[in-house]
């Protein structure tokens, strides 16, 4: 997407040029899940959480700024060469973000740099004091009833774990499905799909569900999976096959047929934002879920507008880093727009996460500096 730049600097971005980039460091921040997160329909076990690469940059005037790193560190290395001895206004400018594609390793960073400068949370730099407030569902729900395979724990794991989100503060539940598109014979696969959706729908009639394919069905077997869970209410439907016209045709045409009014959410797998603008103008998905970081924040940022006026709504992915559901509750806060946030449970000894609040199914992100995350770790 083509960044273009205003003939004239925005007030704010004045004493952003008062700041000359110094140094760019690199390094990483341990996140850990609070449990094993196991399959879905493509993907083997998740693990216990990931290392995320990081960059910090500090000014000449003692500001610092850090963010994670969007793509490999050894290009970031080549692009941050360029940045050194650059005011922070020369490639960042609050109304837009970078300026310049090139600098999107560093998107996360400048955005968070900007605010620490300028005493403003990132979501304040997008034109809201007070931010905008959505829901944030639990993106932790796997296959985990097929863990560990020598003792499988079934049903009852999966809604323990939904009992674990519960006390964290979630109201909805994403729930994965397409057990037989690997892992077991599809009949039984489709059979525990069905009974999950079900027994977590009974057991929290306070919750919402959504329910996330990962495309592990075809239009066809997923008909079956929404006929199996006839009278459960899903708040979204996610991915359920890999995205066509065609495809999607089929499926709202049936949907209509039952008088399903539930949420198509699409594009993490395969972000073709061509193909995806065009789903979302035929009116064939409702949500547009690229990852936040994979488009970058300043692409969102533009991105958002033109959605609004399509009518479509967005729910960047986040899964993996809770640092990503953190950025994503910023965009939201600044430019709403958003139906709910993909939340990522984790704690870690390298970065302060506690300003952020889920209360009662929302993320609330706080009202500090940048993205309000303190570095623990000494770089």
Request: charged letters at 25%; aromatic letters at 8%.
């Amino acid at each position: 997407m083509p960044l273009t730049t205003p003939l004239s600097l925005p007030f704010d971005d004045k004493e952003l040029s008062y700041h000359t980039i110094q140094s760019i460091k690199f390094s990483s921040v341990r996140l850990q899940y609070p449990r094993l997160v196991g399959k879905n329909a493509r993907l083997d076990l998740h693990g216990y959480g990931p290392r995320v690469e990081t960059c910090i940059i500090h000014t000449d005037k003692g500001a610092m700024g850090w963010g994670s790193l969007r793509g490999s560190r050894r290009h970031a290395e080549d692009v941050a060469k360029e940045l050194l001895g650059k005011k922070v206004s020369d490639v960042f400018q609050t109304n837009i973000g970078i300026l310049d594609a090139k600098n999107i390793p560093f998107d996360m960073a400048l955005h968070d740099i900007a605010g620490v400068i300028l005493n403003k949370p990132v979501y304040a730099l997008l034109g809201q004091e007070t931010p905008i407030i959505t829901d944030c569902y639990s993106g932790m729900i796997y296959f985990d009833d097929l863990e560990p395979a020598h003792n499988p724990g079934g049903i009852d794991k999966i809604l323990e774990e939904c009992a674990y989100d519960y006390k964290l503060g979630y109201r909805q539940f994403k729930l994965k499905i397409g057990r037989g598109n690997r892992w077991m014979p599809f009949k039984k696969g489709l059979q525990r799909d069905i009974e999950v959706t079900k027994k977590v729908a009974e057991a929290f009639p306070d919750c919402q569900v959504l329910v996330d394919g990962n495309n592990g069905f075809s239009v066809e077997e997923f008909i079956q999976y929404m006929k199996g869970i006839s009278g459960v209410r899903l708040f979204w439907i996610e991915e359920p096959f890999h995205e066509t016209v065609v495809d999607y045709q089929k499926l709202r045409a049936w949907l209509k047929s039952e008088g399903i009014t539930t949420l198509l959410a699409d594009g993490e797998a395969d972000w073709d934002q061509a193909l995806l603008r065009e789903l979302i103008e035929k009116k064939l998905i409702d949500v547009h879920l690229t990852d936040i970081e994979d488009l970058g924040f300043t692409n969102w940022r533009k991105l958002m507008p033109e959605l609004q006026k399509l009518g479509a709504q967005t729910s960047p992915h986040a899964w993996g880093s809770l640092l990503k559901t953190h950025y994503t509750a910023h965009l939201t806060g600044g430019l709403g727009n958003t139906v709910t946030i993909e939340g990522v449970s984790s704690t870690s000894d390298d970065v302060d996460l506690s300003g952020y609040k889920l209360q009662n199914g929302k993320l609330i992100p706080p009202a500090t500096p940048g993205f309000g995350m303190t570095l623990l770790k000494k770089n």
